[in-house]
Nanobody
C-alpha cells in the first residue's frame, strides 16, 4: 500500500510564504515524476509544478517566479515553496507521484489527500 502524505498548508496573508511537503511511503521500487496540483472551489484541478527524477522542472505560468518545486529522492519527498502568495492561490493543493511498485515496469499514479492553502487579502 502506497501513501502520499502532505503537510504544510495553512492560512497566510497576501505576500506571505508557505512550504508544502509530500512524503511517499509503502512498497516503492522507484518514483518517476512528482508534482503539485491545486483545485479552487468551482474550478478544475490544475497543474502547479512538476519535477522529474533528474530534477527537471516545469511550472504553470501563474506561479513562475513565485513557487519552487524540489525533491529529495532519498526521502521519497517532494516540496513546494510558495512565496509572494496571492488570494488567487487559495486552493486545496494535492501532490502526485508516478510510482513503480516493482512487480512490473508499469508506473502507477498516486495522489495525496490534499492540503488547504488560504491566502487572505
Amino acid at each position: 500500500q502506497v501513501q502520499l502524505v502532505e503537510s504544510g498548508g495553512g492560512l497566510v496573508q497576501a505576500g506571505g510564504s508557505l512550504r508544502l511537503s509530500c512524503a511517499a511511503s509503502g512498497v516503492i521500487f522507484s518514483i518517476d515524476a512528482m508534482g503539485w496540483y491545486r483545485q479552487a472551489p468551482g474550478k478544475q484541478r490544475e497543474l502547479v509544478a512538476a519535477i522529474s527524477r533528474g530534477g527537471s522542472t516545469n511550472y504553470a505560468d501563474s506561479v513562475k517566479g513565485r513557487f519552487t518545486i524540489s525533491r529529495d529522492n532519498a526521502k521519497n519527498t517532494v516540496y513546494l515553496q510558495l512565496n509572494s502568495l496571492k488570494p488567487e492561490d487559495t486552493a486545496v493543493y494535492y501532490c502526485n507521484a508516478d510510482i513503480n511498485l516493482g512487480y512490473s515496469s508499469r508506473m502507477h499514479a498516486f495522489w495525496g489527500q490534499g492540503t488547504q492553502v488560504t491566502v487572505s487579502s
